[in-house]
């Protein structure tokens, strides 16, 4: 059973990707880099030449996350691997990461993607303060570390391109599980993350304690993303919401969603910009939405 793996590149930190390089090239059969036009890729070229049995593939344009994960999934069939694994850039991997999957081949054929712990450097523990047991069935989770069947990979139809990037992860996951696959969380492989540049936000923490109201007593975070990154979250999810209606909780992904923008536009900076960009992606969701109407119609 042959694994390969891939990362992609945007602009990356040269000195951590070469230390998640090098926490993985020994797990794996293969890896593959894929490189969304950075600025910097003279020196990632540079420091390609530092390792063997990597295949460093160069777009001239910024293809988009989804895009780029499906020519990993390519390459990995492509060199008949049955596992692929999906990493971020940013993200290093513990050297026991296959080695911790690895206990679980076999122990359900309908598993179709293993996904760490994650501690978020942001958060503490992040999701980890939810864990129970060695292993545990998720409905989510993110790409980075991702041990994707290939096999159960093409037969939902891979990443939707369409997204190009945020929700690119929760789509590929609810596709899964509405074609029966699983999704099995290993708790003794343990990812640090960083989900962009956090802040948490003490004002309901207070206001919690005061009244006494526990869910405004949870640490809350706002993680001060983009003008252009806000657009694609709040386009993917609305398009995410239409697209899986009829298999997810509807009002609580529009809670979630409204929340999120909540928390943006009160305490995080460029408000203007970002006011702009979410009337954008709810006008550009439409434009998905309508095309994934039509597509189911002709499918019929």
């Known amino acids: 059973m042959k694994i390969a793996a891939g990362i992609v590149l945007m602009n990356p930190q040269i000195e951590r990707l070469e230390n998640n390089i090098s926490s993985v090239i020994n797990q794996v059969d293969y890896l593959c880099l894929i490189d969304n036009h950075s600025e910097n890729i003279a020196e990632i070229k540079q420091l390609f030449t530092k390792f063997t049995n990597i295949i460093l593939v160069e777009f001239k344009e910024n293809k988009g996350i989804a895009f780029a994960l499906n020519r990993i999934v390519d390459f990995a ?22 080695d911790e999957y690895k206990k679980y081949f076999g122990y359900d054929s309908d598993v179709a993607m293993f996904t760490p712990k994650i501690v978020d450097l942001n958060e503490g523990n992040g999701s980890a303060v939810d864990c129970k047991g060695d292993f545990e069935y998720v409905e989510r989770c993110i790409t980075s570390a991702g041990l994707l069947n290939v096999k159960a990979s093409r037969t939902i139809g891979n990443f939707d391109e369409k997204m190009f990037i945020d929700y690119v992860d929760f789509d590929l996951c609810q596709n899964l599980l509405n074609h029966g696959y699983k999704i099995l969380r290993v708790n003794t492989a343990e990812l640090v993350h960083e989900v962009g540049n956090a802040q948490k936000i003490t004002l309901f923490n207070h206001i919690g304690k005061v009244f006494k109201i526990k869910k405004l007593q949870k640490p809350i975070y706002t993680y001060n993303h983009s003008p252009l990154r806000t657009y694609y979250y709040v386009r993917n999810t609305l398009y995410y919401i239409a697209k899986y209606k009829d298999t997810i909780n509807v009002a609580a992904e529009k809670r979630c969603l409204i929340r999120w923008l909540a928390l943006k536009i009160l305490f995080e900076k460029e408000k203007k910009a970002k006011i702009k960009a979410t009337v954008k992606g709810i006008r550009d969701s439409k434009i998905l939405i309508k095309e994934l109407q039509n597509t189911l119609k002709g499918a019929k």
């Open 77 to 98: 069939d492509n060199n008949k691997c049955e596992w692929v694994l999906t990493l971020d850039q940013d993200s290093i991997c513990p050297n026991n990461l296959i």
